[in-house]
């Protein structure tokens, strides 16, 4: 049974703890995360972008897939199906195919456009008790081998968007997707303060979980921050424990071409990481 991220995070906030949002890829990526989370008795946030959704053939195989899977596998802790970055169009989408809780991206749209279309959203996902994050300020990343900074939120606009009844607010802070880079000056601990103030317990979600140091992001949940996504790092641990097994030639002895035995090492990589990130957000034992 998928559950809404509202509950899970408005516990995170008063526990002082964040919850994890991992992205899914397949079934290898689907079932590790929610093993992991199980075993280690934690909430946790499964994350779908429109590509990966695209990838594993639309948002009605991922959500029949995950709500299978929390079947068969006797998942009991708090699993919410989350679409990441979504379109307008595509958030449509997720709400027909079943997902529990939505992002909706309009940081790309003049704020008042923005406005427009996140409180139309809240309402939709509000009457089917889905929970909704919107962002402000965009998160910087690298696209078309230019590397974008990460932008940070102006505090007044992310009190717009959460005055419109958003169940979480992502506020670029200086975070970036994927890798960072070797110049990156860090998180802005005094916006995310400022936001934080403006906003008061709505949980704050920081994207780019991958490569900021523990001790900011320890920081960063003492200030708020309640939801952290995390992809690279489970694609870099999967890639490496996969090369690891075929350099090593075992895909060439027995079944070892098997690809239930050759994505094996990767599946248990992931597991590795998202207990580590687990631990290091504080989410363990909370469900």
């Known amino acids: 049974m998928l559950v809404s991220a509202t509950e899970m995070l408005n516990k995170a906030v008063s526990g002082k703890y964040a919850v994890g949002q991992f992205n899914i890829n397949n079934l290898e990526w689907t079932k590790a995360i929610l093993a992991t989370a199980q075993e280690n008795n934690s909430p946790v946030i499964l994350g779908v972008s429109e590509g990966a959704g ?23 802790v708090p699993v919410a199906l989350h679409l990441d970055h979504g379109t307008y169009e595509g958030a449509y989408k997720c709400i027909e195919a079943g997902f529990s809780s939505i992002m909706f991206d309009g940081s790309h749209y003049p704020i008042e456009e923005n406005i427009a279309k996140t409180k139309e959203l809240v309402k939709v996902c509000h009457e089917k008790g889905i929970s909704l994050e919107a962002e402000v300020g965009s998160i910087g990343g690298e696209e078309d081998g230019i590397i974008g900074a990460g932008e940070v939120a102006d505090p007044k606009e992310c009190k717009m968007i959460a005055d419109l009844g958003v169940d979480f607010l992502a506020a670029g802070i200086g975070n970036i997707h994927g890798k960072y880079p070797a110049n990156w000056k ?27 140091p523990a001790d900011m992001i320890r920081k960063a949940i003492s200030l708020g921050v309640a939801k952290i996504n995390v992809n690279t790092e489970c694609q ?6 996969t090369r690891k097994y075929i350099e090593e030639g075992k895909d060439l002895v027995g079944k070892g071409f098997d690809p239930r035995k050759l994505l094996a090492p990767g599946f248990e990589a992931i597991k590795v990481i998202v207990k580590e990130k687990m631990e290091l957000f504080g989410s363990v034992g909370k469900a």
Not at 196 to 208: A, E, I, R
Not at 236 to 241: C, D, H, I, N, S
Request: aromatic share 8%.
């Open 236 to 241: 870099l641990y999967f890639q490496e424990a």
């Open 54 to 76: 695209k990838y594993m053939t639309g948002f009605k195989t991922v959500s029949a897939m995950v709500s299978a899977m929390v079947e068969e596998m006797g998942i009991t």
């Open 186 to 212: 860090g998180l802005d601990f005094d916006a995310l303060a400022n936001t934080k103030s403006l906003v008061g317990d709505l949980p704050l979600v920081l994207h780019g979980g991958t490569g900021i």
